[in-house]
C-alpha cells in the first residue's frame, strides 16, 4: 500500500502521543541489538583474542612488550613506510583524480555514464587482481619489460600507482558528487564581481568542497594505510606495511605477540583517522546548499574544458583501462601463441603437487556462493544497523556508526587468524564450517551497505513513519510498506557492492579458506607464488575472469544507482 502524507496539525506534531519517544528508542536499541551481537562475536572477540594471546604471558600481561616492539629499528622502518606511502598514494590520488571528478561532476557528453562505470571498476576489484595487473604491466616479463626492458615491480611507483588505480574512484565519486550540486550560479556571481575564474573557484567553490576533499582523502589514506595484497605482490621483500608485516610475523614466523603489538599500532591509527572522518562527516551534513545535479553540468565549453575531457579520457585510458587490459592479454599470451590454454589449464588438477587439491576453476564457484551468502549476512546485518542510525540520537548511536567502520581499518589477517583461534569450540565450533568464509567476508561488506542507506533512510519522511504508527501500523509493517519501497533501489546497490567487496576479500580469507575450497583470491595469489609459466599464466586468466565477475556485478547495479546523489560514495 502507498501511503498519502496526512494533513497534520503542528500543535498535535509538537505533543506526540505519551510513549511515542520511548518507543522509538526502544525500537532503536532492538534493531542495534544484531549488529552488536555479529560485531561482538565475530570481530571484538577474534581481534581482542589475538591481542590477549599476544601480551598476556605467566598470569599477567607484559605491557612492557608494546614499548619494546614498537621502538625496534625494524618495526619503525615498517611503520614509516606504511605512512609515508599512504601520504604519497592519497596526495598522488587526488592529484590524478580531480579533474576526473571536475569532468563528472560538470560536463555533460556522449558516454558520460560509461566513464562514471569505468572508474569505479577498479575500487571494487579484489587487491590480489590490482597486484596481478600491474605485475603484468610493469614487473618482470611484463608489457614495459618486453617493449622497453622497464621494470617497476622493485620500486615504490608500481605501489604507489596501484594505489591510485584502486582508489580513482573514491575521490571521483565522493568529490565529484558533491561538486555535481553545488550551485554554479555562487561562482559566476564571484566573477561577475571582478574575480577571475581561478579566484572565483579558490573562494567559493573549494571551501565548499573541503570538507568532502578531506572525507576522500581520509579514506583513501586509509585503504593505502592498511594496503596488503597490492604490497605483497608488488613490494616483493623490500617493502612492507604494518598489514603485510602483521601477515608475515603471524604465518610465518609464529610471533604473536609482535603481531599483537602492530595490531595495537595499526588500531591506534585507524581509530584516530577514522574519528576525524566521522568528524567532518558530521560537518559537511546540512553546511551547504545543493541543488538537482542535472541542472548543473553542461556540455563542454572553448578548448581548454574540451582539452581537460580529453585529458582525463587519456588518464583514464593509461592508468584505468591499460592493467586490465595487459592481465586480459597475459592470460592469453601461451608459449604457442594467443589462445586459451591456460583457462583449460584451470579444469586440471595439478599432479606435481601443486596448491590445490581440486581443479583450480572449482574456486569460480565457491567464490561466488560465499559471497552470496555474505551478501545475505551483509544486508541483513547492514540494514538493520543503517535503520537503527536513521534517527541522529546522541554519542552512543555515533559511537555505534563509528564501530561499523572499524572493519575497513583494522588488520584483516588479525580478523582471519583470529578466527582460527577463538571459533573452535562449542557453542561456535565454525573451524571446519564453510560459513567462516562468509563470515569474514561480510565484516568487509556491511559497511558499504550502511554507507549507501543510510544517507536514502534518513531522506525518508518522518511524518510518513508517524502517518503510519497512527493508522495502527507495527514498526515492521511500517519499514515494509513506507521504508522498503524509497529505498529498494539503494538496498540493490548495497547488495551488489557488499557482493563485490565479499567476492575480493583476501586478508581474513587466506587464513580460513580450505585447500579443497579456494576463493578466487586466495587462488591468485597461490599460483603467482609458485614459479613456473603455467602457474603464472592461470594466475593471469583466474584474475581475469575475478575481474569481469566484479566488473559485471558493478555494471549492473550501477544501472538501479539513482541520478540524484547525495555526495556519499
Known amino acids: 500500500m502507498v501511503l498519502a502524507r496526512p494533513e497534520v496539525d503542528d500543535s498535535a506534531r509538537a505533543a506526540p502521543p505519551g510513549g511515542t519517544a520511548s518507543r522509538g528508542t526502544a525500537v532503536r536499541f532492538a534493531l542495534m541489538a544484531v549488529p552488536v551481537a555479529f560485531f561482538a562475536v565475530f570481530f571484538a ?40 606511502q599512504a601520504l604519497a598514494s592519497t596526495a598522488l590520488t587526488l592529484l590524478l583524480a580531480l579533474p576526473g571528478a571536475y569532468v563528472l561532476a560538470r560536463l555533460d557528453f556522449p558516454g558520460r555514464r560509461l566513464l562514471r562505470a569505468v572508474v569505479t571498476v577498479p575500487f571494487v576489484l579484489p587487491t590480489v587482481v590490482v597486484g596481478a595487473a600491474f605485475l603484468a604491466l610493469v614487473g618482470r616479463g611484463g608489457l614495459l619489460d618486453d617493449l622497453w626492458g622497464v621494470r ?26 558533491l561538486w555535481a550540486q553545488l550551485d554554479p550560479r555562487q561562482e559566476e556571481a564571484a566573477r561577475m564581481l571582478g574575480a577571475g575564474r581561478f579566484a572565483a573557484w579558490r573562494s567559493v ?40 608485516e602483521i601477515y608475515r610475523q603471524t604465518a610465518d614466523l609464529l610471533d604473536l605477540p609482535t603481531a599483537a603489538v602492530l595490531t595495537l599500532l ?54 584505468l583501462l591499460a592493467p586490465p587490459a595487459v592481465l586480459v592479454e597475459r592470460s592469453l599470451d601461451t608459449p604457442r601463441g594467443y589462445g586459451l590454454d591456460y583457462y583449460r ?8 603437487g601443486g596448491s590445490f587439491l581440486v581443479p583450480p576453476i572449482e574456486a569460480v564457484g565457491n567464490s561466488l556462493g560465499y559471497a552470496l551468502a555474505a551478501t545475505a549476512v551483509s544486508v541483513t546485518v547492514g540494514g538493520l544497523a543503517a535503520a537503527a542510525l536513521t534517527r541522529r540520537a546522541g554519542r552512543l548511536v555515533r559511537g555505534f556508526d563509528a564501530l561499523l567502520m572499524l572493519p575497513l581499518g583494522v588488520s584483516a589477517v ?156
Not at 612492557?64 to 615498517?78: C, M, Q
Not at 583513501?220 to 603485510?244: W, Y
Not at 553542461?298 to 592508468?319: I, N, S
Not at 589449464?345 to 606435481?352: G, M
Request: hydrophobic share 55%; with cysteine.
Open 152 to 177: 617497476l615491480d622493485t620500486t615504490v611507483w608500481a605501489i604507489l600507482l596501484a594505489h591510485v588505480f584502486f582508489n580513482y574512484a573514491v575521490v571521483v565519486r565522493t568529490v565529484g558528487g
Open 414 to 569: 588479525t580478523v582471519g587468524f583470529g578466527f582460527l583461534i577463538t571459533l573452535d569450540e562449542p557453542p561456535l565450533n565454525l573451524r571446519t564450517s564453510w560459513i567462516l568464509v562468509p563470515l569474514a567476508q561480510a565484516l568487509v561488506g556491511i559497511p558499504f551497505v550502511v554507507r549507501i542507506m543510510l544517507p536514502v533512510l534518513r531522506a525518508v519522511d518522518e511524518r510518513l513513519r508517524e502517518a503510519a504508527a497512527v493508522l495502527g501500523a507495527s514498526p515492521l509493517r511500517a519499514w515494509r510498506e513506507v521504508d522498503l519501497p524509497l529505498v529498494r533501489r539503494a538496498l540493490l546497490v548495497a547488495a551488489g557492492f557488499a557482493f563485490a567487496v565479499s567476492l575480493g576479500e583476501f586478508g581474513a580469507t587466506v587464513f580460513i579458506a580450505r585447500p579443497d575450497n579456494p576463493t578466487l583470491p586466495v587462488a591468485v595469489a597461490r599460483l603467482l607464488g609458485r614459479p613456473g609459466e603455467l602457474n603464472y599464466g592461470q594466475a593471469m586468466a583466474l584474475a581475469t575472469l575475478l575481474m569481469a565477475v566484479c566488473a559485471a556485478a558493478l555494471l549492473l547495479l550501477e544501472r538501479f544507482r539513482p541520478d540524484k546523489t547525495s555526495g556519499e560514495f
Open 345 to 352: 589449464a584451470l579444469f586440471e588438477v595439478d599432479s606435481r
Open 45 to 84: 572477540y577474534p581481534v581482542s583474542a589475538i591481542v590477549s594471546r599476544g601480551l598476556h604471558h605467566g598470569g599477567g600481561w607484559d605491557l612492557g612488550r608494546i614499548v619494546e616492539t614498537a621502538t625496534r629499528p625494524d618495526i619503525l622502518g615498517v611503520l614509516w613506510f606504511t605512512t609515508w
Open 266 to 319: 595499526q588500531f591506534a591509527a585507524v581509530g584516530t583517522v577514522l574519528a576525524v572522518h566521522a568528524r567532518i562527516v558530521r560537518r559537511r551534513e546540512g553546511a551547504l546548499r545543493l541543488v538537482d545535479p542535472a541542472h548543473t553540468a553542461h556540455p563542454p565549453r572553448g578548448a581548454a574544458q574540451w582539452l581537460l575531457l580529453g585529458g582525463v579520457g587519456a588518464t583514464v585510458a593509461a592508468l
Open 205 to 244: 567553490t573549494l571551501p565548499a568542497l573541503a570538507p568532502s576533499l578531506a572525507a576522500a582523502a581520509l579514506m583513501v589514506f586509509l585503504f593505502t594505510f592498511t594496503s596488503f595484497g597490492v604490497v605483497q605482490i608488488l613490494g616483493g621483500p623490500t617493502f612492507t606495511t604494518l598489514e603485510v
